[in-house]
């Protein structure tokens, strides 16, 4: 068990929906990291925050969003979803801004119908 | 622009044989290497990480990796090899201590009995 938190474990949905996926990091945990993994994109880098602020952009679409909340919690939102949307969301965790050891959670696995 | 190659997406081994998973990067800077594995409906979890000290790295469960400036390289050995080692291995890289991290394809091993 890494300490880092994801809900829901599963989410099935309709093509043009708006989801929220909620990451809690380990305890003392200022950095969460979001990353989606797919058949055909492999393991890909969405966002980086660092306590409340946004750090680091990666291959995140537009209709995605995130944000994390004061408690340190983060939440993912993923709106007008497409088939091509369906993945496993993970979320990882790490006590600092630098790159380090990054704790990752169980995953949300969507699935877009 | 990083990359990360990873060589084979499958590899199978012998129980008590040797373990090379190999990882080319390609980077304009001393990079930040990692290895993490998956276990089956698992998140990932960290294998061992080089940031610029040593260039023979050693991690968990009989693992270790060499960085090769020269070769531009972080493969991941083991020198034997057991059932529990069965799992997808993803070598990531980033050039940043703040910013995008990239992930290889991944290789799944598969070890024989």
């Known amino acids: 068990d890494s300490g880092v938190t994801q809900t829901p474990k599963h989410l099935i949905t309709a093509t043009g929906q708006r989801v929220t996926l909620r990451c809690s990091p380990r305890s003392g945990d200022l950095s969460v990291y979001w990353y989606q993994q797919s058949l055909d994109q492999g393991l890909q880098f969405l966002i980086h925050?660092?306590?409340?602020?946004?750090?680091a952009k990666g291959n995140i679409l537009e209709r995605f969003s995130a944000q994390q909340f004061p408690d340190l919690h983060s939440e993912l939102n993923l709106s007008s979803l497409e088939l091509g949307d369906s993945a496993l969301y993970f979320c990882a965790s790490s006590p600092r801004l630098n790159i380090d050891t990054q704790y990752f959670g169980p995953g949300t696995r969507l699935t877009v119908l | 622009a990083q990359s990360v190659t990873q060589l084979g997406s499958h590899v199978s081994v012998s129980e008590g044989a040797l373990v090379l998973l190999r990882c080319n990067y390609s980077s304009s800077v001393p990079p930040y290497l990692f290895w993490y594995v998956q276990y089956p409906n698992q998140g990932l979890q960290l294998l061992l990480k080089?940031?610029?000290?040593?260039?023979l790295v050693k991690g968990i469960n009989g693992f270790e990796a060499e960085f090769k400036k020269s070769e531009t390289s972080f493969h991941l050995t083991k020198p034997s090899a057991h059932m529990s080692d069965a799992a997808e291995y993803f070598c990531a890289v980033s050039d940043h201590p703040v910013g995008q991290f990239y992930f290889g394809t991944g290789t799944s091993l598969t070890v024989i009995p």
């Open positions: 925050y660092y306590n409340g602020e946004e750090r």
């Open positions: 080089y940031t610029s000290a040593a260039t």
